[in-house]
C-alpha cells in the first residue's frame, strides 16, 4: 500500500545516490518510487513537503502539512502501480540539512509520523570524521567560503543555523525514530558497509523489507556523485564569492560569469591535490570534534547489533 511506505532519511554523503539510482528506481522489481514521473527521484516529488510549504517557504515549525502530503501521494498513486514492489520515498533531506546543524530533524520525523504512521524507517550513517569533511567539500561545492576550521568553530549568533557536531550524534536520531516507529521497523546501516560489503548490506536490506536484494550486489562497484578532486577552492575557499552564486554565499554581489570555467582550468593544469591533505583535514577535525560521539556509537552499536568499530567509529 502507498500508504505505508519504505521512506529512505538519508543522511548526506552516505550513499543516497547510489541507492536512488541503483536500488530505489522506477525499473526496479522490488521498489517502486513515489513519484508520477518515472525519470524523476520520489524524494523531489513528496519529500519536499515535509520541508516547505507551498510558496517553498520553510514549514512553520508547527505545520505537519498532512494535505500537501496526501495531495502528492494521490497524484503518485494515479501514475505507478507497485504491484508487490514497495513504494519507496527516498530523500537524504529528510535527516536534517547538515549545513544548518540539521534543525529541523526531529519536526521531519513528526511530519513523517503523521502521514506514514506505519512506514519502515531505513537510514544509512558514516563515521563522523569522514562525514564531516566530505559535507564540508559538499559546501564548498555549493559556493560556502568558511575554511574547514572556520566551518567547524563558528558558534551559533542567534540569527542563521550553521554547522553543528550535534548532527552526527547519530543515536539521538535514531532513538527518536525507534520511539516513533518501533525498533523492529528502524533500520540503520553504516555506509562503510555498502563500500566494503555490499552483499552484506544488501542482504540486511532485503531482510527488513523481505526482498531478494543479492542481485543488486554486482552494481555496488557503480560510481555516483564522484567528489571532483579541486586545487584552488578547498585552499581558497573565498574565490567561491567570485565562482558561485548561492544562500550560502549570500548570493554573492561579486560572482563573476565565466569565473569558474577559469578556475576548473586551473584546477586541471595543477592536477587537484587534495588527496594529499585529506590526513591532515582530519586531524583537524579530530582537534575540534575530539570524542563527543564514543558514548553514543557504542551505544547506537548495541542498538543496531553491528560492530561500529570494525568499520572505523
Known sequence: MLSDPLIHIGFHKTGSTWLQRELFHSDSECFCPLTPDRNRNSGKFIGKHFVRDHERYLLSSFAMNKDAIQQA????AKCVDPGDRIPVISY??????PHAGSFDARTIAD???ASFPE???FCVIREQRDIILSTWF???KIGGTDSLT???TRSYDGRRPGFSPAAYNYIELVDYYRGLFSPENVLVLPYEMLRDSASEFLRRIGDFTGKDLAGFADKAAVPHNIRKDDFLVPRFPFLNMLCRKSSVNGYSPLYLPGSKFVFDSVDS???GGNRKRIHKMKRQIDE???????AGNRRLSELIDIELPDYGY
Do not use: F, H, M, P
Open 119 to 121: 512506514a519502515r524507517i
Open 138 to 140: 559538499q559546501y564548498l
Open 150 to 152: 572556520d566551518y567547524l
Open 288 to 294: 575540534i570534534i575530539g570524542d563527543r560521539y564514543a
Open 111 to 113: 511530519r513523517i509520523k
Open 73 to 76: 501521494v494521490e497524484a503518485a
Open 269 to 271: 593544469l595543477i592536477g
Open 92 to 97: 537524504e533531506r529528510l535527516s536534517g540539512n
